[in-house]
């Protein structure tokens, strides 16, 4: 009774505003909930990944000393090939130089078992050590003779000795001078050295850990938060307060470490996180862990990150709030449109109704105009209207005529009011425009694409001989030349071996598809090769010298019309120079990308040189290490090629599958041998053919047949022909049912080849188009 007494727009504006809030209220609700959880969720994922992130830095950093100590070892291996009188003289300096040339190390020793030294001590135990330590600035160098009555049992030397597998220390304090003021924190690779399948003698390295302490203190998570790493027994090996470092979390936490079982989860290398009370803080927190694999020890250690949750929190309710005032301004604006429009809508329509009820049926054409009687409102809407009307017929014309292609059709605004007629022409306009736009798009982006195809294909080729320059430099230029269409190419290398006679080396030349093997050096600043590289800038020319260069093939000589010469360069420092030249110009965008390719070939020329610098360093020892890595990343090279291949197999027979359940439930599909006597049909063949699947299995396709001559036919004949000669016949066919009456099909037939190229059976696929080929006759 409430509703019957309203007004229309009274009626609409209480409806449609009550349903319209009480639906906005729960969906507002909704939203800001989840929105509110997923902003916790994205401040401990946050977190998550910055403990990720500094672990993996810490991973990195404590490897790399790692592996250093593992190459002394492996450089040691041999010791029992040196002659005695030069033991020392080997060992010695060795151990020395790799103290002074790694200052993340305290110290470097090396214990060699005495019966593995000495030919004629037989006693199981007994051994040397020899020890340089850092001390106030000096390297001191100790030899000490140790377990001469018998192993210390149970000692880390011993278990080492016992196991013969490589190891690190738990953190612990040492001082080399005896002063428990010069104590620092540390830690120990040791790797054993085995001769025989025999333990040989222990090399390790003593690594300081203070470097972490400064890394610790620099963090400053959300700058709320702080950081901490704990070793695998729960030493603090970095905080952020000085004196608890060497403590252990089971000791100084026990209540905290046995709740959250700290200590078994980053022994076992778990990523792991929970909220905790934070003494330090005095609120509750939120830390995340990150485990840290050292080497192939299995004793990983652990970095987390530590934030207040009060910070997660604050960071919700400002969301919450921002969200809350956005929803209610919509609901405002919301409650504005809807009264406007329900204002509009209710107006009186009157004699108007008939027109409106056609225009909103789309019958245009059929609309009839208003007789025009009054010069009221009503009047005025009629004459509106029947403008609308003619406006409607006129734009529906030119609406047809854009959607047929026509952008080039003229429209006639009714007045400069005309908002639709504006926005007609602004649509046809802006068809223009996007059809321009997307030749524009296409362009680019083949261009794009065609630039990050390189940059991939570079990148892998860079990645391979990258211990061979003269390989790497032909492969590079090789296909370089071919990828941006030049048709000769050079690469200029720096070679600064000598310091005083500094000058670019023609190291890998190419050109119409073949190796050239040419010499040529170029000082510095000489010509446009040696300008360039003293400029440090990329030089275009479009107009050449004709004896600057000669391209010269089987089919003549002729002078290149483009040269470009991109200086090989990384972070402001050259390493070479890249020369090419061609008959077509240089676009921008193929210079750019030779420009960006050139960084990338500096930085692996850079990494190459260093390499090779410092290769007879370590080369016994790396060359193993490098075989070992190549068969393990050609293992799984071959692990993610045979993945792959096996994923696309999977998703193309899945393809195939659902293409041939698709065609057994459409067509009507037989096979048959090269006799012509059948071997296989399918549902709807048989309910077409009125036969069973029993009753056609090796009969002859004859039986389809109403010609008693079918085979002196010349269509038969042409038929078998064509598919033997691996031609697919299509075509209509009537054929004859089981109870002589007649259907027509349409359809192809082909032949099935074997792997072996040769033919198998013959398919024919189909459909019944009788009832369509009736239909034409009538």
């Not at 040989?200 to 702080?226: C, H, K, S, W």
């Not at 980053?266 to 995340?288: L, P, V």
């Amino acid at each position: 009774m409430f509703l019957k007494n309203l007004r229309i727009q009274e009626k609409m504006l209480t409806l449609i505003l009550s349903m319209t809030v009480i639906i906005y209220i729960f969906s507002l609700g909704y939203i800001i909930v989840n929105v509110r959880a997923k902003s916790f969720s994205d401040a401990e994922q946050l977190t998550f990944t910055q403990a990720r992130e500094y672990a993996n830095l810490v991973k990195a950093d404590i490897n790399y000393d790692f592996d250093l100590s593992r190459g002394l070892g492996w450089a040691l291996q041999h010791f029992h090939t040196i002659p005695p009188e030069n033991f020392d003289d080997f060992v010695n300096p060795m151990l020395r130089e790799f103290l002074e040339r790694n200052p993340n190390f305290f110290s470097v020793w090396v214990s060699f078992e005495l019966d593995a030294l000495l030919p004629d001590y037989y006693l199981p135990y007994g051994r040397v050590r020899h020890t340089f330590v850092r001390e106030n600035g000096n390297i001191i160098f100790q030899q000490d003779t140790l377990n001469i009555d018998g192993d210390d049992i149970g000692s880390l030397y011993h278990q080492i000795k016992l196991s013969m597998e490589e190891t690190l220390t738990d953190p612990y304090w040492y001082s080399y001078t005896g002063r428990e003021e010069d104590q620092i924190l540390e830690v120990s690779p040791c790797i054993p050295l085995i001769r025989n399948n025999q333990f040989a003698g222990l090399a390790g390295t003593d690594i300081i850990l203070d470097r972490f302490q400064d890394m610790i203190q620099e963090i400053n998570p959300f700058e709320v938060g702080y950081a901490l790493l704990l070793s695998n027994d729960g030493s603090y090996v970095a905080y952020p307060d000085d004196d608890i470092l060497g403590e252990n979390i089971g000791e100084l936490r026990r209540e905290y470490a046995e709740e959250y079982r700290v200590l078994e989860r980053i022994q076992n290398g778990e990523f792991f996180s929970h909220y905790f009370y934070n003494e330090a803080m005095e609120q509750m927190s939120f830390i995340a862990y990150a485990p840290i694999y050292i080497g192939d020890t299995d004793k990983p250690w652990s970095f987390a990150v530590v934030i207040p949750r009060s910070y997660i929190v604050a960071e919700a309710n400002n969301l919450f709030y921002r969200s809350l005032l956005v929803a209610l301004l919509g609901l405002i604006i919301l409650s504005i449109i809807i009264y406007a429009i329900a204002r509009n809508i209710t107006l009186p329509l009157g004699s108007t109704i008939e027109t409106l009820n056609a225009i909103a049926l789309g019958d245009i054409r059929n609309a009839k105009e208003l007789e025009i009687k009054n010069n009221d409102e009503i009047g005025e809407m009629s004459t509106a209207l029947n403008k609308l009307l003619q406006g409607l017929k006129n734009t529906a014309g030119f609406a047809q005529k854009i959607g047929e292609g026509n952008l080039e059709e003229d429209f006639k605004k009714l007045s400069q009011k005309d908002v639709l007629g504006e926005a007609l022409l602004n649509m046809r306009d802006s068809l223009k425009a996007a059809r321009e736009e997307e030749l524009k798009r296409k362009a680019e982006d083949e261009k794009r694409n065609w630039a990050g195809q390189g940059y991939t294909t570079f990148a892998d080729i860079l990645r391979k001989d990258n211990d061979k320059l003269d390989e790497l430099s032909f492969n590079v230029i090789n296909n370089l030349v071919k990828y941006v269409g030049a048709i000769q190419g050079g690469l200029f290398i720096l070679n600064d071996e000598d310091g005083n006679n500094r000058f670019l080396e023609l190291v890998a030349c190419y050109a119409y598809d073949r190796k050239k093997y040419l010499t040529r050096k170029i000082e510095m600043g000489e010509g446009l090769v040696g300008a360039c590289f003293m400029e440090k800038k990329t030089i275009y020319m479009t107009q050449l010298p004709q004896d600057y260069v000669r391209i010269t093939s089987g089919l003549g000589d002729e002078n290149p019309d483009c040269l470009l010469i991109v200086p090989i360069q990384l972070n402001e420092e050259v390493y070479g120079v890249i020369e090419l030249a061609s008959f077509k110009p240089f676009e921008k965008h193929v210079i750019e990308f030779i420009e960006k390719v050139g960084e990338n070939i500096a930085s692996t020329i850079s990494s190459v040189k260093i390499n090779m610098r410092t290769a007879y360093l370590l080369e016994q020892s790396q060359q193993q290490a490098e075989e070992m890595r190549a068969q393990e990343e050609e293992m799984r090279q071959n692990m993610e090629e045979m993945s792959a291949t096996q994923e696309e197999l999977g998703r193309k027979d899945k393809e195939v599958q659902n293409y041939m359940e698709t065609s057994e439930k459409m067509f009507c599909i037989m096979e048959y041998d090269l006799d012509g006597n059948i071997l296989k049909v399918n549902q709807n063949f048989e309910a077409l053919s009125g036969y069973t699947r029993s009753q056609l299995l090796g009969k002859h396709i004859s039986i389809f047949f109403d010609n008693e001559n079918w085979q002196q036919s010349e269509n038969y004949h042409k038929f078998w022909d064509m598919l033997k000669s691996g031609k697919a016949v299509k075509g209509a066919l009537r054929r004859k049912r089981a109870d002589g009456s007649y259907y027509i099909i349409k359809g192809v037939t082909n032949a099935a080849k074997n792997e072996y190229g040769q033919i198998e059976k013959i398919v024919e696929i189909s459909l019944d188009i009788t009832v369509e080929a009736v239909s034409k006759d009538k």
